[in-house]
């Protein structure tokens, strides 16, 4: 099953870059989900279980890194990008 979520991340705190720059430099490193940025959030997309994977992990490693954060996350069935045929 393929799924595309739209993630943006809001640290609460004053130096909130270092945050998120280093929570998309994560989700980068996973081969099997493709990442897509805009400056208002980013785009994964792939399997489903690679990518609930992917952020049961991530979104873990910045809270235990950064603290408090926000991350508001929208899930979608299938491959926005009109390729959940592939």
Do not use: C
């Not at 998309?24 to 994977?53: A, C, F, H, K």
């Not at 910045?62 to 991350?71: A, N, Q, R, T, V």
């Amino acid at each position: 099953m393929k799924t595309s979520v739209d993630i943006s991340l809001y640290p609460l705190s004053e130096d909130y870059i270092p945050a998120i720059k280093e929570f998309i430099e994560r989700i980068q490193q996973y081969p099997e989900v493709s990442v897509l940025r805009n400056d208002l959030s980013t785009q994964l997309y792939g399997d489903y279980d690679s990518v609930m994977d992917l952020l049961k992990v991530e979104i873990r490693h910045s809270w235990d890194k950064y603290g408090k954060g926000i991350f508001v996350v929208k899930f979608l069935l299938d491959d926005l990008r009109g390729l959940a045929d592939e």
